[in-house]
């Protein structure tokens, strides 16, 4: 099982978002050392773990209606992939129909029949910054990613982010720090969140009413506050 974990590391610390499984919530669920499904299928190559599935087979018996719901099914490797999606499938004659978490674009993804996939549920999940400064500097940034940009921030519950900043990204990291002057940009919090999580654009907030700008202004510069893309969560909390 620390094997699991480590792979599920390793295919989900270049995303962006809240998809890390350590700290004190996980370590009180043991998910190193266990998995809280019925049970666990692995792939390995010359004796490596490149790929693993966690499933749960439910209540519902062998007829129509049986569901097997898969809450990982993560691979480092296109083999790997192939691999776990055939022996899922596998499981057609008992329980016909198959429930998948997914992560956009990975090696899984490139495998299965997304033409004929349909949603079965989709959670939206909140988010605002409280710590500005602290948000941007650890959220971890794409090393490709370059720029300055300042804008105004109003928050009306957390005062503190409340004014000028001058947002500075280069190398893989970033700074937020108070700007000088009054920056052409003016953002809501509720902008900030979004576009910090990857979830809009620049000028999608300005027709939202999120974002304001001054005449001859292009908002597009605060993409910047987007680079990486949208953010992603597998777990509740």
Avoid: I, K
């Avoid at 998948?100 to 909140?126: N, S, Y």
């Avoid at 108070?178 to 900030?192: D, I, K, N």
Wanted: hydrophobic fraction near 40%; glycine fraction near 10%.
């Amino acid at each position: 099982m620390p094997a699991v974990a480590g792979l599920y590391d390793r295919v989900a610390r270049h995303r962006r978002g809240l998809l890390t499984r350590r700290g004190e919530l996980f370590d009180h669920l043991g998910a190193t050392t266990a998995l809280p499904t019925d049970g666990v299928t692995l792939v390995e190559d010359a004796g490596e773990l490149v790929g693993y599935a966690s499933w749960d087979r439910g209540r519902g018996g062998y007829g129509p209606d049986s569901v097997l719901t898969v809450e990982d099914v993560l691979a480092t490797t296109a083999d790997a992939a192939r691999e776990l999606v055939s022996v899922l499938a596998r499981w057609r004659s008992v329980a016909p129909t198959l429930r998948l978490r997914l992560l956009d674009g990975d090696a899984v993804t490139a495998q299965l029949p997304l033409d004929t996939v349909r949603e079965h549920r989709q959670q939206p999940w909140m988010h605002r910054p409280v710590d500005l400064t602290r948000a941007v500097r650890e959220r971890g940034w794409p090393p490709h990613a370059r720029g300055v940009v300042d804008f105004t921030l109003d928050d009306d519950l957390a005062d503190w982010n409340t004014g000028a900043w001058r947002l500075e990204v280069a190398d893989g990291a970033a700074e937020l720090r108070p700007a000088t002057g009054e920056p052409a940009l003016h953002l809501s919090v509720r902008g900030f969140a979004q576009l910090y999580a990857g979830a809009t654009t620049a000028e999608s907030l300005v027709h939202a009413g999120q974002l304001r700008h001054g005449p001859g202004v292009d908002p597009r510069a605060l993409d910047l506050l987007a680079a990486g893309g949208p953010a992603h969560l597998l777990d509740y909390f």
